[in-house]
Each structure stands twice: as C-alpha cells, then as structure tokens.
C-alpha cells in the first residue's frame, strides 16, 4: 500500500470519528449543544484538526446527511424492480426507503426534526427546482408509465408524486417519534400503511 493510500484511508477514518461522535452529541444533547470543541474532546482530537476537514459544526452536519443520502439514492436507483406486478414493484420502492430511513431513527430524529437551517427540509413548495428533484422526477416517471398503461386513476402524477413523498415523509417522522419499539407490530404497521398508498393509486383497489 502506498503513502497516498494510507492518507486517504486515515482521512476517511478520521471524518468517521467525526460523524460518529457528531451524530452522538446531537442524538444526546441537541444540534443547539454541538460543537467543533465538543467533537474533539469526545474523539481526543485537536479542534484545529477538525477544522483542517470541516468548516463548522454545520458543515459536519450537512457531511453526516449527504453521506446517508448517497446511501438511500445508491439502494433506491440499484433497486431490482423485476415482479410483473407493478403494484408489488411501487410497494418494494416505498418500503425499501421508508426502511432505510428507519435503519437511523434517532439520527433522522436529531438532524431532519430539528430545523437545522443547512439541511434540506423533508418539506415540499412545489418549486420548479423540486419538480425536477430526483425524488419527484423518478416517481412521476413511474406513475406516469402506470396511467399509460391503463394501470392507474386518471390523476395528475407530477402532484402525486409530491402527494406521495409528502405523505411518505410525515409517516417516517411518526414512526422516529413514537416510543412503540415492537418491530413486529412496526413491520406490519409499515406494511399497511404501504398498501394504504397504494389504493389511492391503482384502478383495481
């Protein structure tokens, strides 16, 4: 292994430590509470070598969920969609992403629920700059190939497709915040509110 190598892995274990302790003192104390001392002093680090990586603690924050994003965006856009049910395919994609979500309830709790100004809000405008987001496009792409084909009510697919993040959004943020951790009772709960969605969508429901 040569020395760039080296370097690249100790700088990626290093913005680890710094996530890791990050995501701690916001899920324990608040964003409010978060410092760039704080995170030095959890991972015995200097804080001028934290600022070597980072900006600000806000810079860290918006690191921690871009990293997490990427991860959601990867799974969802590697997703095998095959069933030639198309109401089975819709609910794998809605399911597949409420989960991955709640893989991290108490970081998305902490960071998502907190009004943290750098961090782009679950909330919808209907912007043009939304329309165009990788969230809306990809599912009105699919909710449009579903009314072509006869599979769907006639219904304008751009406003649902917002309708249905927006709805998808407010269910993830119940389930962070509840204090019901029976994953069996989650699960099912999960299950039905998919099938729920999915009667709002398709003809035959």
Same mark, same amino acid.
């Given at each position: 292994?040569? @020395?760039?190598?080296?370097?690249?892995?100790?700088?990626?274990?290093?913005?680890?430590?710094?996530?890791?302790?990050?995501?701690?003192?916001?899920?324990?104390?608040? %964003?409010?509470?978060?410092? @760039?001392?704080?995170? /030095?002093?959890?991972?015995?680090?200097?804080?001028?070598? @934290?600022?070597?990586?980072?900006?600000n603690?806000?810079?860290?924050?918006?690191?921690?969920?871009?990293?997490?994003?990427?991860?959601? @965006?990867?799974?969802?856009?590697?997703?095998? $969609?095959?069933?030639?049910?198309e109401?089975?395919?819709?609910?794998?994609?809605? !399911?597949? %992403?409420?989960?991955?979500?709640?893989?991290?309830?108490?970081?998305y709790?902490?960071?998502m629920?907190?009004?943290i100004?750098?961090?782009?809000?679950?909330?919808?405008d209907?912007?043009?700059?939304? !329309? #165009?987001?990788?969230?809306?496009?990809? =599912?009105?792409? !699919?909710?449009?190939?579903?009314?072509e084909?006869?599979l769907?009510?006639?219904v304008? =697919?751009?406003?649902? /497709?917002?309708?249905?993040?927006?709805?998808i #959004?407010?269910?993830?943020?119940?389930?962070? $915040?509840? #204090?019901?951790?029976?994953?069996?009772?989650?699960?099912?709960l999960?299950?039905?509110y998919?099938?729920?969605?999915?009667?709002?969508?398709?003809?035959?429901?």
């Open positions: 292994m040569g @020395i760039q190598e080296r370097r690249k892995i100790e700088k990626e274990k290093i913005k680890k430590e710094i996530h890791k302790a990050a995501s701690e003192i916001i899920i324990e104390e608040g %964003y409010s509470k978060l410092s @760039i001392r704080k995170i /030095a002093s959890k991972i015995d680090y200097s804080p001028s070598l @934290i600022y070597n990586y980072y900006e603690k806000a810079d860290i924050v918006l690191s921690i969920w871009q990293e997490k994003s990427s991860k959601i @965006i990867h799974t969802m856009s590697n997703l095998k $969609l095959n069933d030639s049910n109401e089975t395919n819709i609910k794998n994609l809605f !399911k597949t %992403y409420i989960n991955l979500i709640l893989e991290s309830p108490k970081e709790r902490a960071i629920l907190n009004n100004d750098i961090i782009k809000k679950s909330n919808f209907f912007t043009e700059e939304e !329309k #165009n987001s990788l969230k809306i496009k990809e =599912t009105k792409k !699919k909710y449009d190939k579903y009314l084909e006869g769907l009510r006639h304008d =697919t751009e406003k649902y /497709a917002f309708f249905s993040w927006i709805s #959004n407010g269910f993830i943020s119940n389930m962070v $915040l509840s #204090n019901n951790q029976d994953k069996e009772f989650l699960n099912k999960i299950d039905e998919v099938d729920f969605m999915i009667y709002g969508l398709f003809k035959n429901n």
